[in-house]
């Protein structure tokens, strides 16, 4: 029987894949093969209770030679040094792909966040900012919100690092995080960035195909940041989301889900099942929704060998980091499935995330249409990129045409800048 390959064992084959097929230097093949740095921290906090509870956190940092490393905190009991390996890894060829002046990293704490209260949440992000110490910094590694983590973390990791470092250097470090809330430095467009970007990835590959996304239908798994803006962003344009799944159910409507309206009951209810516009569905029935695209946008490993198959869609993008598994791509590619990949379509976030560094760094703040052009101009830019090879290799899979975006990038830097001593 063959052994369920890890999360990191997916990005290194999907990147064997890759560089193989460009032939990459072998040198930076074996550079790029492994993360920088792998930092893993237990540290102690106090809780409402008054026992004490021991937590692990991770921060790799997988490559810094375009730039500072850049990835965000993920709170979610899942989370374990393999899996941040892969996010971080991921995030690397993200920036590459869209051309941003960063590199790649992750982090996060295994905890389930539900079951702590807001006090006990802020002093976890606290501890575990200060068990990190320099790991980060400004110019050298800079968090971002990701699963369960949001503004308000980022706000209390901001205060935590600041605190630790020389008051004649606070007002220029705020750029040690992004996704901030916008009183603290934070940017305009950064919330809805993720779920923006695969918008307009979604508005170009339809054009591309002369089709029209008012006609289109489709559905999400995730009703998170990412899930509920790019359905709130789709419904401008008239598409129809025929089913919806998160951590608590799943529902459908074939008459269509108002995005906003349902956005409004989750924020409520923390979930969308019971929405009462929409009936309950089970996990199979939801993956089997016949629907032109299909927006995993919450965890990792969710197309694979067996659910695959049961999927009723023309293509899927990849809103979530890592949503198919190897076996999943093969059995999508062999059902004529096209699948545009999350190192593509969810580049959106850290982009914004990038700009919102460069305001700090500049004591700018940009109105959002700025903001949304230039994200949209990366956007098609990356688009075009990986189109680009696509065609270059003889209609090859996107996500490969991705990885080799990258890879070509990173190439070229190391060549250029040479290995010291
Ligand atoms: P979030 O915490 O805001 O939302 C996560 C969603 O996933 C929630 O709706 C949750 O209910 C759902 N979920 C959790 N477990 C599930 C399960 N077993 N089945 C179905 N749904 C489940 O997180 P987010 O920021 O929206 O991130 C979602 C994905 O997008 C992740 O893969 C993340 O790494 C990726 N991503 C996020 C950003 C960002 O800017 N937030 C950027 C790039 C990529």
Redesign the pocket.
């Known amino acids: 029987m063959s052994h369920k390959l890890s999360l990191y064992e997916n990005v290194s084959q999907q990147f064997s894949r890759a560089a193989d097929l460009m032939e990459l230097d072998a040198d930076v093949r074996k550079i790029l093969a492994k993360p920088m740095n792998e930092v893993s921290v237990n540290f102690p906090v106090k809780l409402d209770n008054g026992h004490i509870e021991v937590f692990t956190g991770y921060r790799v940092q997988h490559s810094n030679v375009l730039g500072p490393f850049k990835g965000?905190l993920?709170y979610h009991p899942m989370v374990n040094m393999d899996e941040v390996r892969a996010?971080a890894t991921w995030m690397t060829w993200k920036t590459a792909i869209a051309d941003i002046p960063m590199g790649g990293a992750k982090g996060g704490i295994q905890i389930s966040p539900h079951a702590y209260s807001m006090p006990e949440l802020e002093r976890i992000t606290r501890r575990f900012t200060f068990a990190l110490g320099n790991t980060i910094g400004p110019d050298y590694d800079i968090p971002?919100?990701?699963?369960?983590?949001?503004a308000q973390i980022m706000a209390w990791l901001l205060d935590t690092y600041l605190s630790t470092i020389p008051p004649a250097e606070r007002q220029r470090s705020l750029h040690v995080v992004t996704?901030k809330p916008i009183e603290l430095g934070g940017s305009v467009g950064r919330d809805k960035?993720?779920g923006q970007g695969v918008v307009y990835v979604i508005e170009q590959w339809t054009r591309d195909r002369g089709l029209d996304l008012g006609r289109l239908s489709y559905f999400v798994?995730?009703?998170?940041?990412?899930?509920?803006w790019t359905g709130r962003l789709l419904k401008p344009f008239g598409a129809r989301l025929l089913a919806v799944?998160?951590?608590?159910g799943a529902i459908t409507n074939a008459d269509g889900i108002d995005a906003d309206d349902l956005h409004a009951y989750?924020a409520v209810t923390h979930?969308v099942a019971g929405y009462p516009q929409a009936s309950a569905i089970n996990h199979e029935t939801f993956l089997r929704t016949q629907a032109d695209i299909f927006i995993p946008?919450?965890?990792?490993g969710?197309i694979t060998a067996d659910t695959a198959p049961l999927l009723n869609v023309q293509t899927v993008f990849e809103?979530?980091?890592?949503?198919t598994d190897l076996e999943g791509d093969r059995i999508l590619a062999e059902r004529g499935i096209e699948l545009l990949p999350?190192i593509l379509c969810?580049?959106?976030?850290?982009i914004v995330s990038y700009f919102e560094w460069l305001q700090n760094k500049r004591s700018e703040a940009w109105e959002l249409d700025e903001v949304d052009t230039k994200l949209r101009k990366r956007m098609l830019g990356a688009y075009q990129r990986v189109r680009n090879v696509q065609r270059e290799f003889g209609d090859l899979d996107w996500r490969t045409a991705a990885y080799i975006v990258a890879l070509r990038r990173l190439e070229r830097v190391y060549k250029d800048r040479g290995i010291f001593p």
Do not use: F, I
């Open positions: 965000g993920r996010l971002a919100p990701d699963v369960n983590t949001n996704g960035a993720t798994q995730g009703y998170g940041n990412v899930g509920s799944e998160d951590h608590t989750v979930g946008a919450a965890l990792e969710q809103a979530a980091n890592g949503p999350d969810n580049s959106g976030g850290v």
